[in-house]
């Protein structure tokens, strides 16, 4: 029987990437969504990969979009916690709503979207809990105080669980993607693109979602069973640990 996987911010950009990759990968993949319900249903009806919408910085909405998820496709086996937001401000401009935002969706999120899942884990005796942090969470970043205190909190996070399901044959691990040619990066001015970002990564270009997405892939398969704890920095050299 197919593994259920479930994947937040599933259904946009490396998201969408993931989901599809675990998808031929022989998953019954479930893509959940927090706003776009255009782009979601696109997605579905592109894909056949079933959307499911609630925000991950709600603890009630996610124990309730769970549940639906495991009526539907089964007990979660791979969660892979991926939804994330942006409120950009230098710190002295930061406001406390955008500080919370982020903090709320990108690092609580992790809480409220495993805490479901993992008793569930636990009693299986399998689980994969794969964290998609970020390049900005290991490095910082100007005028992302907020994003890159949630998403080194993700490491943290990461490192610390693993800890308690290793035993439990659950492994945790987290990526931190580089700069990827997301629609949202490909947005960026093409000067500021060739002129500031591309020439910081050494492989001279950038990353590509199904880059992050085969590193998922891999994590979630039992191939990857005494990998725990774990990051793998996807950015082009940009950036070593």
């Known amino acids: 029987m197919s593994r259920v996987a479930l994947v937040t911010g599933g259904s ?3 998201g969408a990437a993931i989901s ?3 998808k031929n990968a022989g998953y019954k993949v479930a893509a959940n969504y927090a706003g776009n319900d255009e782009k979601a249903q696109a997605f579905k009806e592109e894909t056949g990969i079933p959307v499911y919408k609630w925000d991950v910085s709600n603890y009630q909405s996610c124990v309730d979009g ?3 998820v495991e009526a539907d496709l089964g007990p979660i086996e791979v969660l892979v916690n991926n939804a994330g937001i942006t409120r950009d401000a230098m710190f002295h401009k930061m406001t406390p709503e955008q500080w919370g935002e982020v903090i709320n969706t990108n690092l609580t999120g992790l809480f409220n979207m495993t805490h479901p899942v993992w008793t569930g884990m ?3 005796s399998f689980g994969r ?5 970020s390049i900005n969470g290991q490095k910082g970043q100007m005028g992302q105080a907020n994003y890159s205190a949630a998403k080194a909190g993700d490491l943290g996070f990461t490192k610390a ?3 308690e399901g290793a035993a439990k044959g659950i492994t945790v691990n987290a990526i931190c993607p580089g700069y990827i040619g997301t629609e949202m990066v490909r947005a960026i001015p093409e000067k500021v693109l060739n002129e500031r970002i591309i020439p910081q990564i050494p492989v001279g270009r950038l990353g590509e979602p199904e880059e992050i997405a085969r590193c998922v892939v891999f994590l979630a398969s039992d191939d990857a069973g005494f990998i725990t704890g774990s990051t793998i920095s996807a950015n082009g050299g940009q950036f070593f640990v």
Request: aromatic share 0%; proline share 0%.
């Open 12 to 14: 946009r950009g490396i």
């Open 20 to 22: 599809i990759a675990l």
């Open 66 to 68: 769970i549940a639906k």
């Open 122 to 124: 636990r009693d299986r």
């Open 129 to 133: 809990v794969i964290n998609i942090s």
């Open 161 to 163: 669980l693993s800890q």
